[in-house]
């Protein structure tokens, strides 16, 4: 596609279930990253993909949350027992990785998550 | 670590008229990018501009510029003949170079363009 997406768009559950959120990066794009954005902040970095390896994980809160890009292409953030503190707007971006734009990350829409 | 301060939660422009929005960041490095991006309540997070820590010449994108003070580690945004469509939060951010390099936001300014 033209540009990074998100899925779900909106995520409702309750407390204590497990949640999945999906990225697919711009295509060619070897550098994926996640954030969270949690109401009135800007976003906090949580992991970061080059190709299919976990090159950073240092923001993740806890060992609840997980992700994988097993491809090197689409990323799946996995989080389990969700806690009411989860709900956030959980951000994807990607970027080529290398070249004159190799810095600047894209991202995609967000998929905003409610633990109820 | 690097920190990213925007210390103005809002501000307001007639449409037409210049604003500057404030941003100031703290790090040791010497190598670094710096980056304006727009998040209208689409949530989509657009990048508006980006500086270049080893030039000299501040960025210029249409109507977007910036002021680069590197001794002063300030970055601000001026947006000049504000439009209707520029109401949005503005989030200035860091990363050093290279490689496995994540973004450092600041808390945002919302800004309103009235018309």
């Known amino acids: 596609g033209a540009g990074v997406s998100q899925t779900p768009s909106n995520k409702v559950t309750e407390k204590g279930k497990y949640v999945e959120l999906r990225c697919d990066p711009i295509?060619?794009?070897?550098?994926l990253y996640w954030y969270r954005q949690s109401l009135g902040q800007g976003p906090e970095f949580l992991i970061y993909?080059?190709?299919?390896?976990?090159?950073?994980d240092s923001g993740l809160p806890n060992d609840r949350f997980f992700a994988v890009r097993p491809e090197g292409s689409v990323s799946t953030l996995k989080i389990q027992r969700t806690e009411r503190g989860d709900s956030a707007v959980y951000l994807c971006a990607s970027s080529p990785g290398a070249g004159l734009n190799g810095e600047t990350q894209y991202f995609g829409p967000g998929t905003r998550l409610l633990v109820l | 670590a690097q920190t990213v301060t925007q210390s103005q939660p809002e501000m307001s422009v007639q449409e037409a008229e210049t604003v500057t929005l404030s941003c100031t960041y703290d790090?040791?490095?010497?190598?670094?990018?710096l980056f304006w991006y727009k998040q209208p309540p689409s949530r989509q997070m657009i990048l508006v501009i980006r500086q270049e820590a080893y030039k000299q010449q501040n960025a210029t994108e249409n109507r977007f510029s910036v002021n680069f003070q590197k001794a002063a580690k300030s970055f601000s945004l001026k947006i000049s003949d504000s439009q209707l469509g520029d109401t949005a939060m503005y989030f200035c951010?860091?990363?050093?170079?290279?490689?496995?390099?994540?973004?450092?936001f600041g808390k945002g300014i919302t800004l309103s363009v009235r018309p």
């Open positions: 295509s060619g794009h070897t550098a």
């Open positions: 790090t040791s490095e010497n190598n670094y990018y």
């Open positions: 951010a860091f990363r050093l170079t290279g490689a496995n390099s994540k973004l450092t």
């Open positions: 993909f080059q190709g299919t390896g976990a090159a950073d």
